[in-house]
């Protein structure tokens, strides 16, 4: 015995089916149809029992926003664009000639003078002498060690102070 | 004319290569610079004489190692020059991380309307083109950059977890 699908099952609860009449035979004398039709029947009657959900949120807006065009690209943005363009090709000869008579030596000399300047302060520091430390008899402290040595408090310190509420 | 435009040229290529280095440590080391931005954001005073004192602390050393390598015998000037270059590529790192927090924080407040790789890329370019500014960026923007960065990655590894 061939049993009727779920396609039929929901084609004769919508009243679409095109044989009603053979789909009623077959479930006369068919217990298990007969069962999966109440079921449908049921199922159908509870989702139709629930309340009507509302949209929270559009959904069209944010579609348009989607395809929009970007925020940046208004009439006013592309006015000015063109305006822009228009300046560029109408300057553009004027700065041809200005061009190779700007003394571009000057910014060469410029670099050159900073870095020198740059130079002259890294000898300046490398030619700093760390003053001597008075020696301390019952530990042969070099000067070099001794200003590591406080250089080491102070770091330790400055990161304790900064990180304090940092470290719970 | 030559130098100018060999100057010009150079200075473009590192803009460039800075700026990838920047997309590319914060997509790597995504977590380590969320941090250090937020770090930036809440506490850039803290984060910044943090950052000094480490830079300057670590900087010495670092100097005294390499100077005392210099004059000494081939075995101890290597066992002088390892720490202080560990010492480097450690400031390097923290610095890689910290600038890279830095260059998201200022996209985020100067184009906010931009995805985020853009943020960090035109964030990227404006901090190079503003460190490049003779003397002022030298001496004052970059050294302050720096400093804020290291402090702020240090500052990371202290951050509780949200």
Known sequence: MKHLTDELLNEYLDHEAEDPAGIEEHLASCAECTSRLTEFKSLFAELASLPEASITRPVVIPLAKAYALPRWLTWTAAVQSAIALAAIIIAVPFLADLLPKIDTRVLVDLAVEAQSQWTGLLDLLSQVQIPSMPEIPFAEFSSLMTALAGVSVLWLLGNGLLLKNQMK | ?162
């Open chain 2, 1 to 162: 004319m030559d130098d100018f435009f060999r100057i010009s040229l150079i200075a473009v290529l590192l803009t460039f290569t800075l700026v990838a280095y920047f997309l590319v440590v914060g997509a790597l080391f995504n977590d380590r610079v969320t941090k250090t931005r937020n770090a930036i954001r809440h506490m850039p005073a803290r984060a910044f004489w943090l950052g000094l004192v480490n830079l300057l602390f670590f900087g010495v050393i670092a100097f005294v190692l390499l100077s005392v390598a210099e004059n000494a015998g081939a075995f101890v000037k290597g066992i002088l020059t390892i720490p202080a270059l560990v010492i480097l590529a450690i400031i390097t790192g923290l610095l890689s991380s910290g600038l890279t927090g830095m260059v998201s924080q200022l996209g985020e407040k100067l184009f906010p309307d931009l995805s985020a790789w853009k943020q960090n890329f035109w964030a990227a370019v404006i901090l190079c083109v503003a460190c490049a500014l003779p003397f002022v960026g030298w001496f004052l923007l970059l050294p302050y950059v720096c400093f804020v960065g290291i402090g702020a990655t240090i500052l990371s590894f202290f951050q509780r977890n949200a």
